[in-house]
C-alpha cells in the first residue's frame, strides 16, 4: 500500500537544480537539542515516520533537527511534539548514527558512492554523479528527502569533503 501524499510541497522547483529551493529554518528551536532547525511540511514528516507513527503527524509545519548526535529527527514549529530518528523510516544523512548516509534519497546514491565516483571517475558534480549510477533521474524529494528539499546541497558538501 502506498502512502498518501497529502500536504505535500509541489512548488519545489527553482532555477538551479531540479527538485528543490533553498532551506529556510525555524525560530522555534529542538526540543533535544536547543538548536535552529530546517523547515519541513508535515506531508514530507508524516511520509516519512514508520507506519505506527504516520496518525501522529499533523498538518503542521515541523523542523528538521540538523544536530549530528540529538535523537530529535523533526519538531513540530508550535513545540507541541516531536519524532525521534528512531521513528523516522530513513536514516537522516547528518545523524551520527545514520547509516546509510545518502546525498540522494531519491536514487539511493550514499557518500561512499559519491566519495568513489569523485576519488575514482572524476566527477565533480551532483548531476555527474547521479548520472553515473543511474539511467534515470529520479526527482521525488519531496517525498524522500527528510528535509522535503532538493538533495543537491547536502550531496555538493560531500563531493568538496572529498575534493579537499
Same mark, same amino acid.
Given at each position: 500500500?502506498?502512502?498518501? %501524499? ?16 533553498? $532551506? ?13 532547525? %530546517? ?17 501522529? $503527524? ?17 519538531? $513540530? ?22 547509516? &546509510?548516509?545518502? $546525498? ?41 528527502? &527528510? ?18
Amino acid at each position: 500500500m502506498s502512502k498518501p %501524499m497529502l500536504d505535500l510541497p509541489m512548488d519545489t522547483k527553482n532555477h538551479s537544480c531540479t527538485c528543490g529551493g533553498p $532551506a529556510s529554518h525555524l525560530e522555534e528551536k529542538c526540543p533535544g537539542c536547543g538548536q535552529s532547525g %530546517m523547515r519541513v511540511k508535515g506531508g514530507t514528516v508524516r511520509y516519512l515516520l514508520k507506519g505506527e507513527h504516520t496518525k501522529e $503527524a499533523e498538518s503542521k509545519i515541523y523542523g528538521l533537527c540538523l544536530s549530528p548526535d540529538c535523537k530529535v529527527a523533526w519538531y $513540530a514549529q508550535d513545540g507541541s511534539h516531536h519524532f525521534t530518528t528512531q521513528q523516522a523510516s530513513v536514516p537522516i544523512w547528518t545523524k551520527l548514527d545514520a547509516d &546509510p548516509v545518502y $546525498a540522494c534519497y531519491c536514487n539511493e546514491i550514499t557518500r561512499p558512492m559519491v566519495e568513489e565516483a569523485v576519488r575514482e571517475h572524476g566527477l565533480t558534480s551532483w548531476e555527474s554523479i547521479v548520472d553515473h549510477y543511474r539511467d534515470d533521474n529520479i526527482c521525488t524529494c519531496a517525498l524522500k528527502n &527528510p528535509s522535503g528539499k532538493c538533495c543537491s546541497e547536502a550531496f555538493e558538501e560531500m563531493i568538496a569533503e572529498v575534493v579537499i
